[in-house]
């Protein structure tokens, strides 16, 4: 069984820059969600996608947007980079959006905004 | 918005110690779940508490979920080295379109001195 995979696993982007981030959710898993977590800090959700549908949102702007693909994978784009975008950010994988589903995170992906 | 405390925030304990973390809020969660989380990697699920007063215990870790289901605590009996990292705790709470979402604490950051 494969676990969830990100990519790229580091990224430099400069201020105003687009940004698009890569997850492969854990086989049998429909759901997926993104967080952002800045240093020191726990993760914040940023959204969820159930079956290609983006299925809740946390306090984040719009130019933070998303994709599921049929075979469950997702991205995340980030438009006019700023310098606060700066974090890791955690793709999690489940297999449904039961409270009780249990959320299988990725290794992140280290965004650095210059 | 809802919020989790975790307390403390920084906590360096030797070899053998006992050690309790706390999870409070003000909000009440359908349920609580613990993490670890190791430099450069994304967080691995402990333990999901679901019932209040609900107690479960993971070899030297004991978590227990309050009456109210607002607070949670995590304590670690005799502790070892390999138990040195990021604790976090997340409430999981109902967020409409059949959806949850879970709101992390900023996290406990746990060193064991050998």
């Known amino acids: 069984e494969t676990g969830v995979t990100q990519s790229p696993t580091h990224l430099i982007k400069t201020r105003g820059q687009q940004v698009t981030l890569r997850c492969s959710s854990q086989?049998?898993?429909?759901?997926v969600s993104w967080y952002q977590q800045a240093l020191g800090q726990g993760p914040q959700f940023i959204f969820q996608?159930?079956?290609?549908?983006?299925?809740g949102r946390g306090n984040f702007p719009p130019r933070f947007s998303g994709l599921q693909f049929p075979n469950y994978s997702s991205e995340l784009n980030v438009n006019a980079l700023e310098l606060d975008d700066s974090a890791l950010y955690l793709c999690?994988?489940?297999?449904?959006?039961?409270?009780?589903?249990?959320?299988?995170f990725g290794p992140g992906t280290r965004l650095t905004v210059l | 918005t809802q919020l989790l405390e975790q307390s403390p925030q920084f906590l360096s304990i030797q070899e053998g110690e006992n050690l309790t973390v706390y999870c409070n809020s003000s909000s009440v969660f359908s349920s609580l779940q613990w993490y670890r989380q190791e430099p450069g990697e994304g967080p691995v699920l402990l333990v999901t508490v679901v019932t209040g007063g609900e107690v479960k215990k993971l070899k030297r870790l004991t978590f227990q979920f309050g009456d109210a289901r607002k607070d949670s605590s995590l304590h670690i009996t005799a502790a070892q080295p390999g138990d040195t990292g990021l604790y976090l705790c997340?409430?999981?709470?109902?967020?409409?379109?059949?959806?949850?979402?879970?709101?992390f604490g900023k996290g406990t950051k746990l060193s064991v001195i050998p």
């Open positions: 996608y159930y079956r290609e549908e983006e299925n």
């Open positions: 997340a409430g999981a709470a109902y967020s409409g379109a059949g959806s949850y979402q879970l709101t």
């Open positions: 999690a994988s489940s297999p449904g959006t039961s409270t009780y589903n249990e959320q299988f």
């Open positions: 086989s049998g898993h429909n759901t």
